[in-house]
């Protein structure tokens, strides 16, 4: 069964880090680019930062650059966001995607991501 599981979501203070994983079971994620997008309460779905699949291209939202990094570790078929300098309005719940690319050395935070991962809920509250 191909899946995504994203895990590392929390309640943290403003100021504070997370890192969130997302690992993938089922397929390698060696030929995905991968994105992670959050949802907040109200809001639409916002696209906060992809990673090519090869050659480590990143994009980031602008409201995320500065503060929030992406990175792969292909051997352990894993992707983390790493969220630091959190915010209140950081909070949502945070997916991680994958969109087969081959070894396109780029990424996009739009198009077509077709496995999605069930979520983590991140929260920034004092």
């Known amino acids: 069964q191909l899946q995504l599981v994203e895990s590392g979501g929390g309640l943290v203070q403003p100021g504070g880090s997370l890192r969130l994983s997302c690992a993938a079971s089922g397929f390698t994620l060696d030929y995905y680019a991968i994105g992670w997008f959050r949802q907040a309460p109200g809001k639409e779905r916002e696209g906060v930062s992809c990673?090519?699949?090869?050659?480590?291209?990143?994009r980031y939202a602008d409201s995320v650059k500065g503060r929030f990094t992406i990175s792969r570790d292909n051997a352990k078929n894993t992707v983390y966001l790493q969220m630091d300098s959190l915010k209140p309005e950081d909070t949502a719940v945070y997916y991680c995607?994958?969109?087969?690319?081959?070894?396109?050395?780029?990424?996009?935070?739009?198009?077509?991501?077709?496995?999605w991962g069930q979520g983590t809920q991140v929260t920034i509250s004092s």
């Open positions: 995607a994958a969109m087969q690319t081959g070894l396109l050395r780029l990424c996009v935070l739009s198009g077509n991501y077709v496995y």
């Open positions: 990673i090519s699949s090869v050659g480590g291209s990143t």
